[in-house]
């Protein structure tokens, strides 16, 4: 099986992180940070893995190609693809797997978020014929029997699921990469518990959107007026899959506990997102992961 030649033991990933935090702040892009599209990049990189099968994951970098860049799941994440571009050329030596789940990580700490631990031995694939199907990321019209199809595939649990889905207390919703419209906090750029505060606390109510919206999959959401704001200011809204999490028994005591204890949030996301950027990746005794446990027929089904 060819993969890349890759070196990307060898460089200095301090000067790497130095270069992505240069880049994060970005004045006419969203709320002024790529951070948030970053972290969407790494778990979307990742969020691809079935444990069954051990196919999907971070390793590769597959998004490179069509067949899942061009996924409508991804929309968007161009951007953040094109935005690390620079730092790929001025490092040719870190793989593109690599570099997008550390400028995740980065990003997350940037924002006021957790250190999240991370390590690097990604590599990536030479062509797409190893890429995972369509299909394996999240939709955010449907509930929480979705997400828990979606996230045990992966290899989590319940309070797992919770944790990670407070990444959303980051950035917005684009009517043209998903079809829903909004942030899901008052500052989606600083890592906080707001996420889960917000779904306990504020009065939502479901609002249908336009029929661009729905032609994406997107037909309605929950909004709900942020605490003090005018008006005339944009809602702040919710997913049918967030909103799901305060609807469901063993979901909800989690998002009770992370609204209420920071700290506990913070120590579970970071747990949580190191384990995400490290789903399939095996590292040999060098160090670096190796594609050896797939096998193309895996992907036929
Ligand atoms: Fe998410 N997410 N996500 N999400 N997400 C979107 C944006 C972000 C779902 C759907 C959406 C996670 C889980 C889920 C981020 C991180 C994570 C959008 C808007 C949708 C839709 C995309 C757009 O229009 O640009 C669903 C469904 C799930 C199910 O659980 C997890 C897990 C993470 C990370 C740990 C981040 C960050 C964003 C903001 C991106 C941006 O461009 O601002």
């Not at 870190?94 to 940037?110: F, H, Q």
């Not at 200011?233 to 609204?259: C, G, N, Q």
Request: glycine letters at 10%.
């Amino acid at each position: 099986m060819s993969v890349q030649e890759n070196h990307q033991l060898s460089g200095d990933f301090d000067k790497v992180r130095d270069d992505i935090m240069a880049i994060l702040k970005m004045k006419d892009y969203d709320d002024g940070s790529i951070g948030p599209v970053l972290v969407r990049l790494a778990w979307h990189s990742s969020g691809t893995y079935c444990k069954e099968t051990d196919t999907g994951g971070s390793n590769g970098a597959g998004m490179r190609y069509e067949s899942e860049g061009g996924d409508p799941a991804n929309a968007g994440l161009q951007h953040a693809r094109t935005f690390l571009e620079p730092i790929k050329e001025k490092h040719p030596w870190i793989t593109y797997a690599d570099l997008w789940t550390l400028a995740g990580c980065v990003a997350i700490k940037a924002m006021g978020g957790p250190d999240v631990p991370w390590k690097a031995g990604r590599s990536d694939f030479a062509d797409e014929s190893l890429n995972p199907p369509r299909g394996r990321l999240p939709d955010g019209a449907q509930a929480a029997d979705h997400l828990r199809h979606i996230f045990y595939r992966m290899g989590f649990n319940d309070q797992e699921i919770v944790a990670l889905s407070g990444a959303h207390n980051l950035g917005r919703c684009h009517t043209d990469r998903s079809g829903f419209d909004g942030a899901w906090v008052v500052q989606p750029t600083r890592f906080s518990n707001q996420y889960y505060k917000l779904l306990m606390k504020l009065d939502w109510q479901k609002k249908k959107l336009s029929n661009e919206s729905a032609e994406k999959g997107a037909s309605w959401q929950w909004v709900a007026q942020a605490p003090g704001a005018d008006e005339d200011e944009p809602p702040l809204m919710m997913l049918p899959t967030d909103h799901s999490l305060i609807e469901d028994d063993s979901f909800r005591p989690w998002v009770e506990k992370y609204a209420e204890d920071r700290d506990a949030f913070f120590k579970d996301f970071s747990a949580v997102f190191a384990k995400l950027v490290e789903l399939g990746v095996y590292r040999g005794e060098d160090g670096i992961a190796r594609f050896s446990h797939l096998e193309k027929g895996k992907y036929d089904s």
